[in-house]
């Protein structure tokens, strides 16, 4: 092969990488997945699902033996929007994202879902390591957002669904996860 054709070739895989990275992850938030990359990612899960009845087979490093879906909101986002400014609602953004994709494993997919709204799916999990996780979370998260917004004092609130439930297909484990975060929120009576 001609030395100019392997420059070429190798300068197109490197925009193709470029151009995935772009596609898959949300714009403000780079280093956490956006839907269409968290959906990319479950594709192959939701086929294993489908081909049995008993998930148990790995798929690259996924076991969907057990999946957990966490639903994250910030708390009081639209005021830390309204009183403080955009640029400090998305360095809240930011810092809850830097703390999931810190807190979980590689193998853990961390989705800004869109907004405020963050997905966390765990793969291979059990309910002692998720609420676990979720804690620490909410615990370090509320510590380092106090101090980026200290008369609001954001929190957060998050709902989590297993497919160990008999929740049927990811979308379901998405909405049900959802429904519980919002429950959470309302169980705290925000004001």
Do not use: Q, W
């Not at 197109?12 to 403000?28: F, G, N, P």
């Not at 640029?87 to 800004?112: A, P, S, Y």
Request: proline share 3%.
């Amino acid at each position: 092969m001609a030395p100019f054709l392997k420059k070429e070739i190798g300068r197109l895989k490197k925009e193709i990488r470029k151009l995935k990275s772009v596609a898959d992850y949300d714009h403000m938030v780079h280093f956490v997945l956006n839907r269409r990359g968290l959906e990319s990612r479950l594709l192959p899960v939701v086929r294993e699902m489908r081909k049995s009845k008993n998930p148990t087979r790995k798929n690259n490093f996924y076991s969907v033996k057990e999946v957990a879906c966490i639903f994250i909101d910030i708390d009081r986002f639209k005021k830390i929007n309204d009183t403080l400014g955009y640029g400090d609602g998305d360095k809240t953004i930011i810092l809850l994202g830097k703390i999931l994709k810190n807190k979980f494993r590689e193998t853990d997919l961390v989705c800004r879902f869109g907004g405020d709204e963050f997905i966390v799916m765990i793969f291979n999990s059990n309910k002692n390591y998720t609420v676990d996780k979720m804690r620490n979370v909410a615990t370090v998260f509320e510590k380092k957002a106090s101090r980026l917004a200290p008369i609001i004092k954001p929190t957060i609130s998050y709902g989590v669904s297993y497919l160990s439930e008999g929740i049927k297909g990811v979308s379901n484990l998405i909405k049900a996860a959802g429904k519980r975060m919002k429950e959470h929120k309302a169980d705290k009576k925000l004001g």
